[in-house]
Nanobody
Framework: QVQLVESGGGLVQAGGSLRLSCAASGLTFSNYGMGWFRQAPGKEREFVAAINWNGISTYYADSVKGRFTISRDNAKNTVYLQMNSLKPEDTAVYYC????????????????WGQGTQVTVSS
């Protein structure tokens, strides 16, 4: 049974930082591209960042480029999202997702999803 468990969310002031983690189990982690997505209240879920199996290739939404960094540790079956210079508009539930093979920015390409972790940025 595949499980993705996010952690690290919380309340932070604008300009602050948070590091999200997503621990995976029940799959051969290094075979999967991993993505982070977010969903703000009243809005559709959107792509944030993705990383390929070995961490060499990373992809970012324009809205977070230069502020967020995605990384992974295959020995720990974990993917991370370092979020710096946070803005109130970054407030959302953040989800990690797994896709066999190369990562994409398309929600429907991902088979496995975590339950999400809340990130709230106050102004």
């Amino acid at each position: 049974q595949v499980q993705l468990v996010e952690s690290g969310g919380g309340l932070v002031q604008a300009g602050g930082s948070l590091r999200l983690s997503c621990a995976a189990s029940g799959l051969t982690f290094s075979n999967y591209g991993m993505g982070w997505f977010r969903q703000a209240p009243g809005k559709e879920r959107e792509f944030v960042a993705a990383i390929n199996w070995n961490g060499i290739s990373t992809y970012y939404a324009d809205s977070v480029k230069g502020r967020f960094t995605i990384s992974r540790d295959n020995a720990k079956n974990t993917v991370y999202l370092q979020m710096n210079s946070l803005k109130p508009e970054d407030t959302a539930v953040y989800y990690c997702a797994a896709r066999w093979g190369s990562p994409t920015a398309k929600i429907s390409d991902y088979l496995y999803w975590g339950q999400g972790t809340q990130v709230t940025v106050s102004s």
